[in-house]
């Protein structure tokens, strides 16, 4: 019932903004909107309708192997949920590399399960009605880390490798347009059109912003993104060539992110405009 | 003494020099990660990961390259430049109104051909759009402040053919040299900016 009542707040929501023309005005008026939206969801937020088919995803055997994900090790041993998310990335010392939660999740869902990469990677971006299951599931495994601090590690010398790389990746100016996620995200207070453009170069609030509110339920679309999803779609701003799904790549990018967003408190799966 | 002398020396590759091969040994891996991640999408080819000099003199200098190397490239980017064979400068800005505000344009989901300039992702212009982004300066009221002159307009035409002629790590994309904008679509944008009849100017 709580659901239906979310579901259809947010559908027209949806449906007022993909109307709007892109103005200014239209655009505050959206940012109104989205305020008094956020306020209605606040209490009941439409990432919990991911969260319950994650946690359906989580627990039943599936697969070839016909097995659950309950033995999966998202780094605090084999199944443990709670404060997972928060320290992620982190390295896995059975793969011998730094792995992002989702890129975490596709593992377990290729080893313990028997999915095939090439299957998961084929379509792994909501649309529509449409939400692949890793997306569910990550957000399922976000929310048991709800309120607490954000603790990526650095104590391994292949996280503190993996953060340097990431780094590197961040600044590497390329292709046709000279772009490099720092072109977007590398100062205070710049703009593209009406929307602000968080500066993921500085340690703290304005970094948390690659964190908090992710995996989000955004208004455009009313379906629900993860981070790969984000990264994928700054990479095609960037006028470069498309990244591999849950690519070490992208694994790099979000360490060296997530590590600047320490100490920030993550409030669980939110919304995203 | 001796020892001392070769013991600062080590002290300084530690501390320093070191930092900066640690940095290009980091730079190194990153490309091979992204050369074995990415795959070609549209008319994004994976070769878009090979940097040209320029490119790469701007992300290991971070943007702040040394004043002889700026003075060379910022050269050879200027010559590259082709002016329009009948020195006219300007078109229409109707149609430059049209390229300055869509952000299309070498996505891999852009059809090749269909590109736009982006201006209004990055710049003010016309005080009719009020939704303008802030990664440049304020265009607004351009030609009417710089002066209709004939060295204005060259000069404009020349900064969306290639700004890295005259900045040589500016985050403003070279439309011209790229292929983003072709002579005609310039022209019409360049006519946005110094056209005393365009809506920037008033």
Not at chain 2, 9 to 29: I, K
Not at chain 2, 162 to 183: I, Q, V, Y
Request: some cysteine.
């Amino acid at each position: 019932m709580r659901y239906a009542r979310v579901l259809c707040a947010a559908a027209g929501l949806a449906v007022g903004l993909a109307g709007q023309p892109a103005t200014a005005q239209s655009d505050d008026r959206t940012a109104a909107e989205f305020d008094k939206f956020r306020e209605v969801l606040e209490e009941a937020n439409p990432a919990e309708l991911w969260e319950l088919k994650g946690e359906e995803l989580w627990r039943q055997k599936r697969g070839p192997k016909n097995a659950s994900l309950e033995q999966c090790d998202l780094g605090l041993g084999a199944g443990v949920l709670k404060g997972a998310y928060v320290q992620l990335p982190r390295y896995f010392a059975d793969t011998g590399k730094v792995m992002d939660a989702e890129q975490r999740i596709v593992h377990c869902m290729i080893t313990l399960q028997g999915f095939k990469y090439e299957d998961l990677a084929n379509r792994p971006f909501s649309r529509g009605n449409y939400t692949p299951d890793p997306v569910s599931i990550v957000t399922y495994v976000a929310a048991q880390s709800r309120e607490m601090k954000i603790a990526v590690p650095q104590s391994h010398p292949k996280e503190r490798e993996t953060y340097e790389i990431g780094r590197q990746i961040f600044f590497y100016r390329a292709g046709p347009w000279d772009f490099s996620c720092a072109s977007c995200h590398g100062a205070d207070g710049l703009r593209i059109r009406t929307q602000n453009l968080p500066n993921f170069t500085k340690p703290g609030a304005q970094a948390a912003r690659s964190f908090i509110g992710w995996p989000g339920y955004r208004m455009t679309g009313g379906v629900m993104h993860s981070l790969q999803w984000r990264m994928n779609d700054c990479f095609r701003q960037q006028r470069f060539p498309e990244p591999g799904y849950a690519s070490d790549t992208i694994a790099a990018l979000l360490t060296y992110m997530a590590v600047n967003s320490n100490g920030q408190l993550y409030r669980g799966p939110g919304i995203k405009r | 003494m001796r020892k001392a002398i070769v013991f600062a020396g080590v002290a300084a590759v530690a501390a320093g020099c070191a930092t900066m091969q640690d940095e290009a040994a980091y730079r190194e891996q990153a490309v091979a990660w992204m050369k074995r991640d990415f795959h070609a999408r549209g008319m994004a080819k994976t070769d878009r990961l090979n940097q040209d000099e320029l490119q790469r003199a701007c992300t290991q200098y971070n943007n702040n390259p040394p004043e002889a190397l700026v003075k060379r490239v910022e050269a050879a980017e200027m010559a590259g430049i082709k002016l329009p064979a009948d020195g006219k400068y300007l078109g229409d800005w109707k149609r430059g109104q049209r390229i300055a505000s869509s952000g299309r344009g070498m996505t891999w989901s852009d059809k090749p051909g269909a590109a736009g300039g982006s201006c209004y992702n990055c710049h003010q212009l016309s005080p009719q759009q009020p939704s303008f982004g802030t990664i440049g300066p304020s265009l607004r009221g351009y030609g009417k402040t710089r002066g209709y002159t004939a060295e204005n307009r060259k000069y404009v035409y020349q900064r969306i053919y290639n700004s890295k002629a005259f900045s040589m790590c500016s985050t403003m994309p070279r439309f011209g040299h790229s292929g983003t904008l072709n002579e005609q679509q310039i022209k019409d944008v360049a006519a946005y900016l110094m056209d005393p009849a365009s809506p920037v100017n008033q």
